[in-house]
């Protein structure tokens, strides 16, 4: 059985850090792309960070690109975001996503092409 589980959210002022791990389990760790998505209150979940399995290539969405960092250690199953400089629009509840296959440039930042989520952490930045 395939598990995620996120952990590290928190509250946090504004232009504070946070870094968010995403335990898994029950899957081949390595084979596997790792993403990270943030759904707001009546906003649609959006792609954040993404790294393949090699952990050569990274992507970002344009409104994290230069402030937070996503990394995996194959050795732990685990693959991390690092938060800078956060802002009160990054308050949502993260998830943690692990996705089959060779992804496209495109795929890795469509959440329906991803087969296994965790349950989420809340990220809230107060101004």
């Known amino acids: 059985q395939v598990q995620l589980v996120e952990s590290g959210g928190g509250l946090v002022q504004a232009g504070g850090s946070l870094r968010l791990s995403c335990a898994a389990s029950?899957?081949?760790?390595?084979?596997?792309?790792m993403g990270w998505f943030r759904q707001a209150p009546g906003k649609e979940r959006e792609f954040v960070a993404a790294m393949i399995r090699s952990s050569s290539s990274t992507y970002y969405g344009d409104s994290v690109k230069g402030r937070f960092t996503i990394s995996r250690d194959n050795a732990k199953n685990t693959v991390y975001l690092q938060m800078n400089s956060l802002k009160p629009e990054d308050t949502a509840v993260y998830y943690c996503?692990?996705?089959?296959?060779?992804?496209?440039?495109?795929?890795?930042?469509?959440?329906?092409?991803?087969?296994?989520w965790g349950q989420g952490t809340q990220v809230t930045v107060s101004s």
């Open positions: 029950g899957l081949t760790f390595s084979s596997y792309a």
């Open positions: 996503a692990a996705r089959r296959g060779p992804p496209t440039a495109q795929a890795i930042r469509d959440k329906s092409t991803y087969d296994y």
